[in-house]
Structure formats: structure tokens, C-alpha cells
């Protein structure tokens, strides 16, 4: 196997100047795709693969700076930054880069109510003016266990509000933005996700602990599990190695962000963070370093609705299965000028994080699990990697299915060898995807492919008839592909 990334240079730059991208953002690709980091020996060709993967959705994204850790038994076995933290000042990404977490910061505050449901001081059933007495009544009474599992009928942002510059000094008054609005439902008849019911159990949290919200998280949950790196977004401080903030225009420039102050919001998505502290934070909860077993088992247990249907969300995490049959916990993050995701696998005892410093960067689930699952079958890659399958390269005419239901029709076209496959798919749709890495054994072949926008599909195949067949893996869904030959 040979990745398309080290094809000639001058390949990249032919690229570049078709798709019409600006200097800066060459720039940024070249820092991501040509990192000198060492690879750890055990682990060099998962290294490769997760290499070529961050490299491929910057480029295609236009996310200026991005990083990425993975931690297994235990310990941060890789962790790299691709790209710029500040790009007019050519400023690199580096591992203690801090980056807007959004929503990852939900599981990060779940631990703090976690801690105290655990010590007795917070029942997760009991109406949440026990903690909030300030917290208007409404229709229906409201738990902790309902607002954490976003079942509480509690609004999300509206209009403008995800872009407020305002400054709040403190939890409570944030809450005046939607403490007065009628609930949307009865709480626990539907499931609707909501960062307003996350800043309300910020304020639980100081009413259980009788300290302020920052103060307890700081003091019980970053200090305790060695998240030097995670902080409170703050406007007003100087913050070492804070990232700065893009976003992508519809013309496809890279611009700044625009000013927002996050202190209405620091448990719904308002912490800066680095993705080795988020590896360690999510690590801890596979032993009882800060939680004991059975709250952890409680946090990442999915809540259900009154008609007793799952949600797949516990208390401040998603949860649900791999294709492989192994249990996760994730979360993720899109904030103003950030986009994070966070993956635990527990059977595994290993979790990924990945971060950008753009709004809507390309860290999902997807990117998450193929880098991490890398790294758990890291021999069974290299060995793939030798290339040993049949040939199947050649053109074909493919039909998609997602769940029996046909979801279009495509091209493949499959260049080189067992040893160094490349080329695109072209969908009906006009959506091209180019594929970035290959491997190939007597079972299957793989291919890693990406779009215009850096979403990954992952692909297996094997020789059928004249054509070849598979599943395909993209956006958390999975599905069936057939190929023919024209």
C-alpha cells in the first residue's frame, strides 16, 4: 500500500490550482500532510493511515488547523497537530493547542454531576428547583435526569443567540435567555437536544455543590485527572496557546470568525480544551480514577421516552454499537470558529479525540473511529498494507443501498495495483470522492475515500462475478454497494 499523499508533489499542487484554493490555505495542507512527527514503530502504519486521513479533510474542509490524540490502556500512545493555530502569523498547531470544544464540553460537565450523584448531594430525579429555586416552575415539573438526557422540553439556541458577544457574570444570569419560555413538550415524552438544558445544569451543579460552577469543575474534575489544558473560554484573559477562530465562506475562502463571548454557556459549550486532555478524560472513565463503575455505567446508559422507546443518549453522552459489535460513548462539538469530537470505546479500552479550529470541520464519528480502529488492529494493517488481494482494478457502474432502499448510482474507477490502488467514485448526484487510502487482502479490499466537503466513506470489497461487491461506511450510516463492469 501506498497512500495517494506520497504521490509527486507537483500532484498536490495541480490539485490546488484546479480547485482554485489560496496560498494560505496551501499552506496549512502542506504543515498537515508533510508532518515530521515520529511514528511510534508498533503503530507506524496506523500513524500513516491516520496521517493521510487528516490531511485529506483539511485539504478538502479548508480547516486551517486541526489535531488529534489516541489513547489506549491507558496512556496517549500518539497525539499530533496538523496545520496553523493562527494562520497570518504562520503560527503551528501544536499538542498543548487549546481549541473551542462545543458541545464535548456536556460529557466533560456530566462527570462533575456524576461526582456528585455519587456522594449523595444531587438526585437526579428530584425537580430541579431543589438546586435552582430561582428556576421558574413550569407546566410539567423538570429532573436532572430529563435535562441531562435532553428530554426536558428545554429549548436550543434561536435566531442569533449562538452568535451573542454578550458577557454573563455568572450561571444564574445566563439563564435569563430562556428561563421563561414554556416548555416545548411534556418532559420525557420526546427526545430533542437542547444546550440551554446543559446551561440549567450548570447551575444544579452549584446548587448541589455550594461552589461556583467553574471553581467545581477546576477543582473536582480538570486538577484530579491532569486536564492542564482545559479551560473556561474567556474573551477578557490571555489564554497560552489558545487557537484563533475560522469559518469557511460559501465562495470557499477561509475567513475569521466572528466574535462571540461563550459565558452563557460554559457547560453546554463553552470550555476550550486540547485533545490529549480529552483522551485522558474519557479514559478515566473506563476504570474509577474520578467516577466509580456504576456511575459511569449510568452516565453511558441511553435514557428512554415515556413510551419506554431509547434515545441513545445517556447523561451527557451518546451511546450506541460499531458495526463490529463494540459499545461507544461520544460526543460532538460545533461551536463559532471550532468543531471537536470525542470517542470512547470501552471494550477497547481506548478513545480518540480530534479537533479544528473552523465552524462545521470535518471531526465526526467517522474520521474518529477509522483512525482509532487503526490503531487497535495495528498488525492486521500493516499486513493488509503488503497488498496481496486480487486485482480489481478496472471501471464499474455501482448501485448504493442504505437499509434495503437504494440511495443512487455511481462510478468507480479503480486504478493500479493490489499494492498501490487509487482513483474516485463519481455519484449521480455530481458528489466526487477520492480515494486516499488502500489496502488489499485475500478477504476484501479497503478503500478510504473523501468528498469535496472532507467527509470520509470506508469501503470493503470483494471480487463477485464480473463486478465486485461490499458496505460502504460514511456519516455513522452503513450500506451495501454493488459493482458492475460496463
Given at each position: 500500500?501506498?497512500?495517494?499523499?506520497?504521490?509527486?508533489?507537483?500532484?498536490?499542487?495541480?490539485?490546488?490550482?484546479?480547485?482554485?484554493?489560496?496560498?494560505?490555505?496551501?499552506?496549512?495542507?502542506?504543515?498537515?500532510?508533510?508532518?515530521?512527527?515520529?511514528?511510534?514503530?508498533?503503530?507506524a502504519e496506523a500513524v500513516n493511515?491516520?496521517?493521510?486521513?487528516?490531511?485529506?479533510?483539511?485539504?478538502?474542509?479548508?480547516?486551517?488547523?486541526?489535531?488529534?490524540?489516541?489513547?489506549?490502556?491507558?496512556?496517549?500512545?500518539?497525539?499530533?497537530?496538523?496545520?496553523?493555530?493562527?494562520?497570518?502569523?504562520?503560527?503551528?498547531?501544536?499538542?498543548?493547542?487549546?481549541?473551542?470544544?462545543?458541545?464535548?464540553?456536556?460529557?466533560?460537565?456530566?462527570?462533575?454531576?456524576?461526582?456528585?450523584?455519587?456522594?449523595?448531594?444531587?438526585?437526579?430525579?428530584?425537580?430541579?428547583?431543589?438546586?435552582?429555586?430561582?428556576?421558574?416552575?413550569?407546566?410539567?415539573?423538570?429532573?436532572?435526569?430529563?435535562?441531562?438526557?435532553?428530554?426536558?422540553?428545554?429549548?436550543?439556541?434561536?435566531?442569533?443567540?449562538?452568535?451573542?458577544?454578550?458577557?454573563?457574570?455568572?450561571?444564574?444570569?445566563?439563564?435569563?435567555?430562556?428561563?421563561?419560555?414554556?416548555?416545548?413538550?411534556?418532559?420525557?415524552?420526546?427526545?430533542?437536544?437542547?444546550s440551554y438544558a446543559w446551561n440549567?445544569?450548570?447551575?444544579?451543579?452549584?446548587?448541589?455543590?455550594?461552589?461556583?460552577?467553574?471553581?467545581?469543575?477546576?477543582?473536582?474534575?480538570?486538577?484530579?485527572?491532569?486536564?492542564?489544558?482545559?479551560?473556561?473560554?474567556?474573551?477578557?484573559?490571555?489564554?497560552?496557546?489558545?487557537?484563533?477562530?475560522?469559518?469557511?465562506?460559501?465562495?470557499?475562502?477561509?475567513?475569521?470568525?466572528?466574535?462571540?463571548?461563550?459565558?452563557?454557556?460554559?457547560?453546554?459549550?463553552?470550555?476550550?480544551?486540547?485533545?490529549?486532555?480529552?483522551?485522558?478524560?474519557?479514559?478515566?472513565?473506563?476504570?474509577?480514577?474520578?467516577?466509580?463503575?456504576?456511575?459511569?455505567?449510568?452516565?453511558?446508559?441511553?435514557?428512554?421516552?415515556?413510551?419506554?422507546?431509547?434515545?441513545?443518549?445517556?447523561?451527557?453522552?451518546?451511546?450506541?454499537?460499531?458495526?463490529?459489535?463494540?459499545?461507544?460513548?461520544?460526543?460532538?462539538?460545533?461551536?463559532?470558529?471550532?468543531?471537536?469530537?470525542?470517542?470512547?470505546?470501552?471494550?477497547?479500552?481506548?478513545?480518540?479525540?480530534?479537533?479544528?479550529?473552523?465552524?462545521?470541520?470535518?471531526?465526526?464519528?467517522?474520521?474518529?473511529?477509522?483512525?482509532?480502529?487503526?490503531?487497535?488492529?495495528?498488525?492486521?494493517?500493516?499486513?493488509?498494507?503488503?497488498?496481496?488481494?486480487?486485482?480489481?482494478?478496472?471501471?464499474?457502474?455501482?448501485?448504493?443501498?442504505?437499509?434495503?432502499?437504494?440511495?443512487?448510482?455511481?462510478?468507480?474507477?479503480?486504478?493500479?495495483?493490489?499494492?498501490?490502488?487509487?482513483?474516485?467514485?463519481?455519484?449521480?448526484?455530481?458528489?466526487?470522492?477520492?480515494?486516499?487510502?488502500?489496502?488489499?487482502?485475500?478477504?476484501?479490499?479497503?478503500?478510504?475515500?473523501?468528498?469535496?466537503?472532507?467527509?470520509?466513506?470506508?469501503?470493503?470489497?470483494?471480487?463477485?462475478?464480473?463486478?465486485?461487491?461490499?458496505?460502504?461506511?460514511?456519516?455513522?450510516?452503513?450500506?451495501?454497494?454493488?459493482?458492475?463492469?460496463?
Amino acid at each position: 500500500m501506498r497512500p495517494i499523499l506520497d504521490r509527486p508533489v507537483i500532484a498536490v499542487a495541480c490539485l490546488v490550482l484546479s480547485l482554485g484554493l489560496s496560498p494560505t490555505r496551501l499552506d496549512a495542507q502542506r504543515a498537515a500532510a508533510f508532518a515530521e512527527a515520529p511514528a511510534p514503530g508498533r503503530y507506524a502504519e496506523a500513524v500513516n493511515l491516520a496521517r493521510v486521513v487528516m490531511s485529506a479533510v483539511m485539504e478538502e474542509s479548508g480547516t486551517p488547523g486541526m489535531s488529534v490524540a489516541v489513547g489506549i490502556d491507558g496512556r496517549i500512545i500518539w497525539s499530533e497537530g496538523f496545520g496553523y493555530a493562527d494562520v497570518e502569523n504562520r503560527v503551528p498547531v501544536w499538542e498543548e493547542t487549546k481549541f473551542r470544544i462545543g458541545s464535548v464540553s456536556k460529557p466533560v460537565t456530566a462527570a462533575a454531576l456524576g461526582l456528585l450523584y455519587q456522594q449523595d448531594r444531587l438526585d437526579f430525579d428530584a425537580p430541579v428547583q431543589r438546586y435552582v429555586p430561582s428556576f421558574p416552575e413550569k407546566r410539567w415539573p423538570i429532573t436532572t435526569r430529563q435535562l441531562a438526557g435532553h428530554l426536558a422540553g428545554i429549548r436550543h439556541y434561536r435566531g442569533a443567540e449562538f452568535l451573542s458577544s454578550r458577557r454573563y457574570e455568572t450561571v444564574t444570569e445566563g439563564l435569563e435567555i430562556f428561563q421563561d419560555d414554556t416548555l416545548l413538550f411534556e418532559p420525557g415524552s420526546r427526545w430533542s437536544y437542547s444546550s440551554y438544558a446543559w446551561n440549567l445544569l450548570s447551575a444544579v451543579v452549584e446548587g448541589a455543590s455550594g461552589e461556583g460552577f467553574l471553581t467545581y469543575m477546576q477543582e473536582k474534575v480538570f486538577e484530579p485527572l491532569g486536564m492542564v489544558h482545559t479551560i473556561a473560554g474567556y474573551t477578557d484573559s490571555i489564554i497560552p496557546h489558545r487557537t484563533r477562530f475560522y469559518e469557511r465562506a460559501e465562495d470557499g475562502r477561509v475567513l475569521n470568525a466572528r466574535f462571540v463571548d461563550n459565558s452563557y454557556k460554559w457547560a453546554g459549550g463553552g470550555f476550550l480544551s486540547t485533545p490529549e486532555d480529552l483522551v485522558r478524560f474519557g479514559m478515566a472513565h473506563l476504570g474509577d480514577e474520578l467516577l466509580e463503575r456504576e456511575t459511569t455505567k449510568l452516565l453511558w446508559t441511553s435514557q428512554r421516552t415515556n413510551d419506554g422507546s431509547e434515545t441513545g443518549y445517556g447523561i451527557g453522552w451518546s451511546v450506541g454499537m460499531t458495526g463490529g459489535g463494540s459499545r461507544w460513548a461520544s460526543h460532538g462539538g460545533g461551536s463559532v470558529g471550532g468543531t471537536t469530537f470525542l470517542l470512547v470505546l470501552p471494550e477497547h479500552e481506548a478513545a480518540v479525540a480530534m479537533v479544528g479550529n473552523m465552524s462545521q470541520a470535518p471531526t465526526g464519528y467517522v474520521p474518529s473511529l477509522i483512525i482509532l480502529e487503526a490503531f487497535l488492529a495495528s498488525e492486521q494493517l500493516a499486513a493488509e498494507a503488503e497488498g496481496t488481494g486480487p486485482n480489481l482494478s478496472g471501471a464499474y457502474r455501482c448501485s448504493g443501498e442504505f437499509r434495503g432502499e437504494s440511495i443512487g448510482t455511481g462510478e468507480l474507477d479503480l486504478r493500479g495495483d493490489p499494492s498501490d490502488y487509487w482513483g474516485r467514485i463519481v455519484w449521480g448526484n455530481e458528489t466526487t470522492d477520492r480515494i486516499i487510502y488502500a489496502s488489499s487482502s485475500a478477504s476484501e479490499t479497503r478503500l478510504i475515500s473523501v468528498d469535496e466537503r472532507g467527509r470520509l466513506t470506508d469501503t470493503r470489497l470483494h471480487a463477485e462475478g464480473e463486478g465486485v461487491a461490499g458496505t460502504w461506511f460514511s456519516g455513522g450510516r452503513r450500506g451495501s454497494l454493488m459493482c458492475q463492469k460496463p
